[in-house]
Structures are given as C-alpha cells and as structure tokens.
C-alpha cells in the first residue's frame, strides 16, 4: 500500500467520518480544519456533528494515536478534500445560482506546498462538472516544480481524481463501507490509486469513471431526487385544491407495481438535494429545464405552507370572535432539514418557522429534540418540549417527522401536517 500517512481537509458531516475510518483501519490520519472549536473537540476523543457511532470511532482512533486534527496541513500520501460547495447568493431574484469554489480553491492552495511526488488528491465535495479539472490547474499554477495529469497524464507526478460522497447522514458510519464508489480520476492510474485508497474500508464496488462522469453522476442522483420529490409536493398542493387527501392518493398510486411516488414535504433543504441540481442548472440553463422547474416549486412549497398557517389563524379566529391574533400561539414541530437528525442548514422548517415568528404577533414556539438551543436569536421564537407545545399551542404545524412526533394521538386541534404523520 502506498498511502501511510492520509490527510482529510474538512472535517465536516463527510471529512470527520471520513478520516475516522481510514483511522479506524489504523491508518495515520491527519484531519485539517479551519475551525479552531472542531480541532481541539476532535483532539480530545469527541466530535462535533450528531452522527451515531461516530463518537466511538473517533475517540478510539484519538486515543489510539491514528487521528490527529490541526489547523493547517501536513505532508501526507493522499489528500481527501471535503470542504463545503455552497451556491454564491443571487442578485436578483430569479437568477439561476452560481456554484462557489472557493472552499476548494483555499482548500487546494493549503495542501500544495505539501505535495511531492507520488501523492494523490481527492476531490470528494460534491462539485458542478469541470470542478476538478480546475482544482488540478489550481495545485499546478501553485507547484510549477511537479506534473499534474491535465498535462502529463498517466506520467503526473501528482494523481487526481473526484470521488463523490452519497452516504445518508445518520447512517454514514455503515454507508461510507459498504456504498459502491464512483471512481473519477483525471487518468487511468489516478483512478486506479483512488480505488486502492479507498478499499482500505470500502467493501462496496469501486467503479471507475472519468472525473466529470463522476462529477455529473453526483449532481445527477440528487437531481433525480429533488425531481421526484417536486413531482410529490405538485401532487400535494393539487390534492388541496381538489380536497383529496395526497397521502391516501400516492399509497394508493404506488400500489402500481412500476409507480413510486415520494411524500411531499414543507420543501426541499439541506446542502445537497436543494443545491446540487442548480450546478446542472448553472452550467447548462437552456438544455435543463425539468431540472429547473423542479428546483422552483420545492422552493416554492415554503411560501405555500406559511399560507396555510395564515389561513389557520383566520379559521381559529373565526371560531373564538373574542380573541385576536396576538392571543394564538403558534407550535412548530421540527427545524432540522430532515428526520432524526440536528442539521438546520438550509432547512425549509426553519425558514418556514422564523417567517412566522416575524410576521406572527402572537407566540411562536419551536420543537426540535434534536438540539439544545436555537441558533437564531429571535426574541419571539422559543424551543419548547413536545408536551408543553401539544398544550399550550391554539395552531400545530408539523414540519419534519422525527420519530419523536410520531405518536398515535395527537392533543392539538388546528392541525397542519406537511409530513401526513398526524
Ligand atoms: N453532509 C452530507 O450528507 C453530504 C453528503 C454527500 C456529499 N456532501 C458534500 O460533501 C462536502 C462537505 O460537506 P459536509 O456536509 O461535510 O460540510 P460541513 O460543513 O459539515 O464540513 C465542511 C468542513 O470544512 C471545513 N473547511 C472549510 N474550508 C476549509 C479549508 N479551506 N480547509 C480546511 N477545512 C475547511 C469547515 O470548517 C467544515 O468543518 C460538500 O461538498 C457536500 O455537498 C455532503
């Protein structure tokens, strides 16, 4: 085995579990962050993400003197960049989202003065089509003493591959060894390093590709999804109009042996199915139209479902003359961007949640068992038990199904559910 000592940029929801398993395969791992809370939490044996099993396997891998984290990088084999790919903000509304490499791009200027011959980078983060091609002519202007193989090929003296990441959080510690692997290295022998760096813990296929295949498959599975998951959420606001209960009209259309329809929910978030699509989009906006249209009503079911609260409100007025709106308190039940986990980025639940705490001027009360405090400071927003939410509140809003919510009866009366779980 050529790799000794592997190093992991980003220890992230994907870079932690990442480098825990090389590690746990007593590999000499260096896990580089740029934040300052995530190394020294690393360091002492604990973690810094909710993902189950996880903790184990770090504080062993600490402990045991096979994972150390730091700020800036070190010599090492192999190089695994999982830093963040978020979208640049629109000027306008209506412009298509750009991507925004330049995590990468500081990713990739960090580990160049470390890299000699022989060494292989990893570009994991999920990446619009051209990206790697473009982190290889980063890592070349910075080295113009080593070969890389947009110009020297198989004779680089640097491999270069991308290798996406498709595990599902709250499973990753299982998925990240048995998935297959998509395999995208810039040559043949930068992807046949890449496999034999990966089958230290893969047991999964390792399937070899070319880097943009590799790109364009990433953005194309989580396209597929947020496609789908648009398909459910139209269905959803035409059953509304139509007074047909959506839930029972899909378990029913699914009993078709070849139809499979997804549930519809408050929206599409978190970092992956809400942004990917829009590298497609991006790059190609004529030729992805579907794709596009997709993107727009899931971002549009927010708006929708913040609608349906209002209605509520004037419904529960309607109904008690002798109150007003700042009388009603308003629950909302779950933040996360989906079940079971703590992960808030870019979750349509917590977007929906504080537009109505800005526009409601009665009590807005949140519940997520999943975390401790509210990350927004909003004095009209407050984190409350299911209990005391099922009591208090006069209008119920269910955003995400954690399994906590998931009870037979529900108290409340004026009941929204986005998730068809009540
Ligand atoms: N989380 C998922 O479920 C998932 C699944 C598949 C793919 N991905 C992709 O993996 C990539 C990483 O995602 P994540 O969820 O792990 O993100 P994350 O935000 O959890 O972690 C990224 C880490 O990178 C660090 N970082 C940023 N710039 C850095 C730099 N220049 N040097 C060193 N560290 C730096 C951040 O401090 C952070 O700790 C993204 O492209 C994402 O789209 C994520």
């Known amino acids: 085995m050529s790799f000794n000592t592997i190093s ?9 579990p990442t480098a825990a398993m090389f590690a746990s395969r007593k590999k000499k791992v260096i896990g580089v962050d740029v934040n300052q809370r995530a190394v020294d939490t690393i360091n002492r044996g604990e973690i810094h993400i ?53 995590y990468i791009e500081a990713a990739a200027n960090a580990i160049a003065p470390m ?8 570009l994991e983060s999920t990446s619009p089509v051209g990206a790697t091609e473009q982190m290889a002519e980063w890592l070349a202007a910075a080295r ?43 040559t043949a022998k930068c ?6 760096l990966y089958k230290t813990f893969v047991q999964g296929e390792c399937v070899i590709t070319n880097a943009r295949t590799a790109e364009m498959a990433k953005l194309t599975e989580n396209s597929c999804r947020d496609v789908q998951i648009a398909f459910a959420n139209e269905l ?9 209960d959506v839930w029972e009209l899909i378990s029913l259309a699914n009993r078709h042996p070849r139809i499979n329809i997804l549930q519809p929910g408050p929206g599409v978030g978190g970092h992956c199915i809400a942004v990917d699509p829009w590298f497609i989009v991006s790059k190609t906006p004529n030729e992805a139209k579907l794709i596009h249209t997709a993107r727009k009503v899931n971002d549009a079911k927010p708006e929708w479902v913040i609608n349906k609260v209002k209605i509520a409100i004037a419904d529960f007025l309607q109904a008690n003359p002798e109150k007003t709106a700042k009388d009603v308190t308003i629950a909302c039940y779950g933040l996360a ?13 917590l977007n929906i949640t504080k537009k109505i705490a800005e526009m409601h001027a009665g009590k807005v009360i949140a519940v997520e068992p999943n975390i401790k405090e509210l990350p927004v400071v909003n004095t009209a927003l407050r984190l409350v038990s299911f209990e005391e939410a099922e009591k208090m509140a006069d209008v119920h809003l269910l955003l995400v199904d954690h399994k906590e919510f998931k009870k037979e009866s529900f108290g409340g009366n004026c009941l929204i559910d986005t998730k068809g779980i009540w």
């Open 8 to 16: 992991v940029i980003g220890l992230g929801y994907i870079g932690l």
């Open 191 to 196: 992807s046949a390093r890449a496999v034999e």
């Open 144 to 186: 113009p003493d080593l070969t890389f193989p947009q110009a020297a090929g198989d004779n680089a003296d640097v491999n270069v591959a991308h290798c996406p990441e498709r595990v599902l959080p709250g499973h990753v510690v299982r998925e990240l060894v048995e998935n297959d692997r998509v395999i995208g290295g810039m």
């Open 50 to 102: 909710v993902e189950p099993d996880l903790d184990m396997i770090v504080h062993a891998a600490v402990t045991e003197g096979y994972l150390k984290a730091v700020l800036t990088p070190e010599p090492a084999d192999a190089f695994l960049i999982a830093v963040p790919t978020p979208f640049l903000p629109v000027q306008m509304e209506g412009d298509i989202p750009q991507p925004d490499l330049k």
């Open 337 to 349: 961007f989906k079940p079971d986990i703590d992960d808030l980025r870019e979750s349509p639940a």
């Open 115 to 122: 890299l000699k011959k022989g060494d292989l980078v990893i």
């Open 236 to 244: 959803s606001i035409i059953c509304d109009k139509l007074d047909i």
